[in-house]
C-alpha cells in the first residue's frame, strides 16, 4: 500500500492498483462521521462508438446504452439490492454523466459489509429480455420528463449548436428511439467491455482504517474473475474548432426569454496537467469577465439586461469540452453584444495581475469549502484520475497561473468560430 501526502490541505491518501487492475484509493477522516463509498467505470454516454471485447471491428450503439445499463445493474437474481443496503444502514445512489457512471454508498456503520455489498452487485451483472423491457418503460418517462425541463433541453440544443458529430450533442438519456433498440445482448457487450476492473476506481472516504480496508477489498476481488483485459477503444469524430451553427432560436414556455451564450474547447488540449491548467484558467476568465464584481455584469445587471439568474460554467474533458453563459433577460441580443464586446476588450487590453490574483484567491478558496465535502472529493477525485490529473493538485496549479497563461487560454477558447448562441423565446 502506497501513501501521497498533500501538504498545503494536510491530507494522505492511500493507494494500491490490486491484481486485477482495480485501482482502490482510500482518504481517511478521523473527524468525519459518515463514510462515503464511489465505485466507478470510465464510461459514460460518449462511449457509445467503440470495438467490443473479442471484436476488432468497432459498432456504435444506441445513444443512451450507458445509462440504460446503469439502471439494469440494480437487478439481480439475489433480490433487490436496495433492500440490502438499507438493512445494513447505508443509502445507495449512482448516475450517469457524458464520461462517467458511479455508484455511491453512503453509511456510518457497517462500513466493509456495505462496500463489499457494492462490489458485489456491480461485478454481478444480471440482464434478461423481461427486465429490459420494464426498464424501457421507466426511462422513457424520465426522458419525457425532462423535455419539459426548460435548463435541460436549453443545454443540449446549445450542445447542438456546437457539435455536429460529436455524441457530446446527444442526451445523456438518449432519446424514445434510441433506448427502444437496445437489447439484453447490448448491455452484456458494453457491461464486460467497460466494467472490467482495470477500467474503474474505487473511492473511500470517512473514518476508516486504510490497510484493513484494502486486505478486505483485495480479498473480495481475488474471488473473481473477468472477461477481457479492461482496454477501452473508443472512437470519436473529428470536430474542428468551428462551431456548428452561429445561433439559434428555440421556442418554450417561459414568461421572460433566456440566453446561452456557448464556446467551444479546441481538441489541441487532451489530457493530464495542460488539460487541468486550462480547465482552472476558464474558470479564473470566467470570473474575470463576467462574475459579480465584473464590470461586464454591473454594466448588464444596471441596464436591466440580466437579473440575478445570469450564470457561467465549464465543463472540460479529455475529446471535448465547452463553456457556456447563461441567463433570463427580456433583451438577450443585448446580453449577446455585452458578452462579445467583454471578450474583444480582455483580448485588447493587458490582464491587470491585481485582478487575476483576487480571483484566483477566490477560486482556492472556493475549492477548500468544496472539500469539506465527501461526496465532492470523492466524485471530482475520480474525474480528474480518469483524465491524467490529481484533484489536489488544484491549489498549487491555481497558484502558479500567470497572467500570460490566462491570455493563452483567452485567445484559445474565446474565438469567433468557436461560439454560438441561443435565445429561448
Given at each position: 500500500?502506497k501513501?501521497?501526502?498533500y501538504?498545503k490541505?494536510?491530507?494522505?491518501?492511500?493507494y494500491?492498483?490490486l491484481?486485477?487492475?482495480?485501482e482502490?484509493?482510500?482518504?481517511?477522516?478521523k473527524?468525519?462521521?459518515?463514510t462515503?463509498?464511489?465505485?466507478?467505470?470510465?464510461?459514460?454516454s460518449?462511449?457509445n462508438f467503440?470495438s467490443?471485447?473479442?471484436k476488432?471491428?468497432?459498432i456504435?450503439?444506441?445513444?443512451?446504452?450507458?445509462?440504460?445499463?446503469e439502471?439494469q445493474m440494480?437487478?439481480?437474481?439475489?433480490?433487490?439490492?436496495?433492500?440490502?443496503?438499507?438493512?445494513?444502514?447505508a443509502?445507495?445512489?449512482?448516475?450517469?454523466?457524458?464520461?462517467?457512471?458511479?455508484?455511491?454508498?453512503s453509511?456510518?456503520?457497517?462500513i466493509?459489509?456495505?462496500i463489499?455489498?457494492?462490489?458485489?452487485?456491480v461485478?454481478?451483472a444480471y440482464?434478461?429480455?423481461?427486465?429490459v423491457?420494464?426498464?424501457?418503460?421507466?426511462i422513457?418517462?424520465e426522458?419525457?420528463?425532462?423535455?419539459?425541463?426548460?435548463?435541460?433541453?436549453a443545454?443540449?440544443?446549445?450542445l447542438?449548436?456546437m457539435?455536429k458529430?460529436h455524441?457530446?450533442r446527444?442526451?445523456?438519456?438518449?432519446t424514445?428511439?434510441?433506448?427502444?433498440?437496445?437489447?439484453?445482448?447490448?448491455?452484456?457487450?458494453?457491461?464486460?467491455t467497460?466494467?472490467?476492473p482495470?477500467?474503474m476506481l474505487?473511492?473511500?472516504?470517512?473514518?476508516?482504517?486504510p490497510?484493513?480496508l484494502?486486505?478486505?477489498i483485495?480479498?473480495?476481488?481475488?474471488q473473481?474473475?473477468?472477461?477481457?483485459?479492461?482496454?477501452?477503444?473508443c472512437i470519436?469524430p473529428?470536430?474542428?474548432?468551428k462551431?456548428y451553427?452561429?445561433?439559434?432560436?428555440?421556442?418554450?414556455p417561459?414568461?421572460?426569454?433566456?440566453?446561452f451564450i456557448?464556446?467551444?474547447?479546441?481538441?489541441?488540449?487532451?489530457?493530464g496537467q495542460?488539460?487541468?491548467?486550462?480547465?482552472?484558467?476558464?474558470?479564473?476568465?470566467?470570473?474575470?469577465?463576467f462574475?459579480?464584481?465584473?464590470?461586464?455584469?454591473?454594466?448588464?445587471?444596471?441596464?436591466?439586461?440580466?437579473?440575478?439568474s445570469?450564470t457561467f460554467?465549464c465543463?472540460i474533458?479529455?475529446n471535448?469540452?465547452?463553456?457556456i453563459?447563461?441567463?433570463?433577460s427580456?433583451?438577450?441580443?443585448e446580453?449577446i453584444?455585452?458578452?462579445?464586446?467583454?471578450?474583444?476588450?480582455?483580448k485588447?487590453?493587458?490582464i491587470?495581475?491585481d485582478?487575476?490574483?483576487?480571483?484566483?484567491?477566490k477560486?482556492?478558496?472556493?475549492?477548500?469549502?468544496?472539500?469539506n465535502s465527501p461526496?465532492?472529493?470523492?466524485n471530482?477525485?475520480t474525474?480528474y484520475?480518469?483524465n491524467?490529473?490529481?484533484?489536489?493538485?488544484?491549489?498549487?496549479?491555481?497558484?502558479?497561473?500567470?497572467?500570460?497563461?490566462l491570455e493563452?487560454?483567452?485567445?484559445?477558447?474565446?474565438?469567433?468560430?468557436?461560439?454560438?448562441?441561443l435565445?429561448?423565446?
Amino acid at each position: 500500500m502506497k501513501s501521497i501526502h498533500y501538504k498545503k490541505i494536510g491530507e494522505t491518501i492511500y493507494y494500491e492498483e490490486l491484481s486485477n487492475g482495480l485501482e482502490v484509493f482510500i482518504l481517511p477522516k478521523k473527524g468525519f462521521y459518515k463514510t462515503v463509498t464511489t465505485f466507478t467505470t470510465n464510461y459514460g454516454s460518449v462511449d457509445n462508438f467503440f470495438s467490443p471485447l473479442g471484436k476488432g471491428i468497432p459498432i456504435e450503439f444506441p445513444a443512451g446504452i450507458a445509462h440504460f445499463l446503469e439502471h439494469q445493474m440494480f437487478e439481480s437474481e439475489k433480490g433487490d439490492v436496495f433492500s440490502t443496503f438499507a438493512r445494513q444502514g447505508a443509502f445507495v445512489n449512482a448516475y450517469t454523466n457524458f464520461t462517467r457512471t458511479a455508484y455511491t454508498v453512503s453509511a456510518t456503520s457497517n462500513i466493509k459489509e456495505n462496500i463489499t455489498t457494492l462490489l458485489d452487485f456491480v461485478q454481478d451483472a444480471y440482464f434478461t429480455d423481461e427486465t429490459v423491457k420494464k426498464e424501457k418503460g421507466i426511462i422513457e418517462q424520465e426522458i419525457k420528463m425532462y423535455e419539459d425541463n426548460l435548463e435541460w433541453r436549453a443545454r443540449f440544443e446549445i450542445l447542438k449548436n456546437m457539435y455536429k458529430y460529436h455524441p457530446v450533442r446527444n442526451d445523456i438519456a438518449g432519446t424514445v428511439k434510441s433506448i427502444n433498440q437496445i437489447t439484453k445482448e447490448d448491455l452484456y457487450t458494453c457491461y464486460h467491455t467497460f466494467y472490467h476492473p482495470k477500467n474503474m476506481l474505487l473511492f473511500v472516504i470517512g473514518p476508516v482504517d486504510p490497510k484493513d480496508l484494502i486486505d478486505s477489498i483485495g480479498k473480495n476481488q481475488e474471488q473473481k474473475t473477468f472477461q477481457g483485459n479492461g482496454e477501452k477503444k473508443c472512437i470519436f469524430p473529428d470536430e474542428d474548432k468551428k462551431v456548428y451553427k452561429k445561433s439559434g432560436v428555440m421556442e418554450f414556455p417561459v414568461q421572460i426569454p433566456k440566453v446561452f451564450i456557448g464556446y467551444k474547447k479546441p481538441n489541441s488540449i487532451t489530457q493530464g496537467q495542460e488539460l487541468l491548467k486550462y480547465e482552472l484558467a476558464l474558470k479564473v476568465l470566467l470570473e474575470l469577465m463576467f462574475g459579480d464584481s465584473s464590470e461586464a455584469n454591473e454594466k448588464m445587471y444596471n441596464s436591466g439586461h440580466i437579473d440575478e439568474s445570469f450564470t457561467f460554467e465549464c465543463t472540460i474533458e479529455g475529446n471535448f469540452g465547452y463553456s457556456i453563459i447563461s441567463g433570463e433577460s427580456k433583451e438577450p441580443q443585448e446580453v449577446i453584444n455585452t458578452v462579445y464586446e467583454t471578450v474583444s476588450r480582455f483580448k485588447r487590453d493587458p490582464i491587470k495581475r491585481d485582478n487575476a490574483q483576487r480571483v484566483v484567491n477566490k477560486e482556492i478558496g472556493c475549492f477548500l469549502r468544496s472539500i469539506n465535502s465527501p461526496q465532492f472529493i470523492a466524485n471530482q477525485f475520480t474525474r480528474y484520475h480518469f483524465n491524467g490529473t490529481n484533484l489536489f493538485d488544484v491549489i498549487q496549479i491555481l497558484e502558479k497561473l500567470t497572467e500570460k497563461d490566462l491570455e493563452e487560454v483567452l485567445h484559445l477558447h474565446f474565438s469567433d468560430e468557436s461560439s454560438s448562441t441561443l435565445i429561448i423565446k
